[in-house]
Structures are given as C-alpha cells and as structure tokens.
C-alpha cells in the first residue's frame, strides 16, 4: 500500500502562485507516475499534470501548460505542482495520485491505484 499526503492549497488572488506538495510513504518502489487532478464543484475529476518517478518525463493538460509544472524529489518521495499566474478557473479541490502500472492511460483518474485526501485552492478574482 501507498499513502498519499498532500499540502499547499489555500486562498490566493488571480495572478499569484501557489506550491502544492504530495508525500508518499509506504510502498513507493511500487509506483511508476504520480499524477494531480482537480475537481471542482459541479465537474468530473479532470487530468491536471503527471511525473514519471524513474526519468521525470512529465505530462501536462493544455490549459495548465506553461503556468504549472510538476516535480519529484525522489529522495523526499514527493512530488510537488509549482502553480503560477493562476486563474478563477483553476478553482477546485486538488488531489495526488499514484499509479502502480504500466500501459495504462495515465490522464484517466480510473488508472490510477492510491489518492490523496486532496487539499482546496481557492483563487479570487
């Protein structure tokens, strides 16, 4: 088993930034990709950026790109989704996830094996 830990949400105004940590323990060799989703009230959980543990290869959604980028600190085992000039629109509840598998469609949430309780961002406008 792998649990997942994430912290950094929060309230922040259109414009600003904001550093969202994911921990994992337990069982982390078992992991091949971290992932974050968002979901926001009303909407399905959508695909937001994913890491490869092994190389760092990373994934982005198109409306994220450019404004957010994913890390990994393997020695830490935690991944990190650095958001900047964030908008209204990026409003949601933001939840860690691990994949323990290959082959499998890593922007789909149904891929993925262990969540995180997830932490609120808020941005004003």
């Known amino acids: 088993q792998v649990q997942l830990v994430e912290s950094g949400g929060g309230l922040v105004q259109a414009g600003g930034s904001l550093r969202l940590s994911c921990a994992a323990s337990?069982?982390?060799?078992?992991?091949?990709?971290m992932g974050w989703f968002r979901q926001a009230p009303g909407k399905e959980r959508e695909f937001v950026a994913a890491?490869?543990?092994?190389?760092?290869?990373?994934y982005y959604v198109d409306p994220v790109k450019g404004r957010f980028t994913i890390s990994r600190d393997n020695a830490k085992n935690t991944v990190y989704l650095q958001m900047n000039s964030l908008k209204p629109e990026d409003t949601a509840v933001y939840y860690c996830a691990g994949l323990g598998r290959v082959g499998v469609n890593l922007y789909s949430s149904t891929a993925y094996d262990y969540w995180g309780q997830g932490t609120q961002v808020t941005v004003s406008s």
């Open positions: 890491i490869r543990w092994s190389d760092g290869s990373t």
């Open positions: 337990g069982r982390t060799f078992s992991l091949y990709y």
